[in-house]
């Protein structure tokens, strides 16, 4: 579980990368894995150096304007 872990050097990344590959869980935030070990913005889209390990990438993101109703399903989140 490593929620709002943005900083992360290379190894550490390695390291995570062969946890989940051997069946570890991995729980990210939207900004985890966005910085480099000296505090800089890494120029890749989110979810930054996790995005490989993760499978996904954020193209574009928005605060929703109201509150918006998340419905579970089958493990997968449908906004309503």
């Known amino acids: 579980y490593m929620p709002a872990y943005n900083i992360v050097t290379d190894a550490e990344k390695e390291k995570i990368k062969e946890y ?15 910085r480099d070990e000296y505090n800089r913005v890494r120029p890749m889209a989110l979810p930054g150096v ?10 574009e993101f928005d605060a929703p304007r109201k509150p918006v109703k998340i419905y ?9």
């Open 20 to 34: 989940v590959k051997n069946g570890g869980t991995l729980v990210l935030t939207f900004r985890s894995g966005t």
């Open 50 to 59: 996790f995005k490989e390990i993760a499978g996904i990438e954020a193209v």
């Open 72 to 80: 579970r399903k089958n493990h997968m989140h449908i906004r309503k």
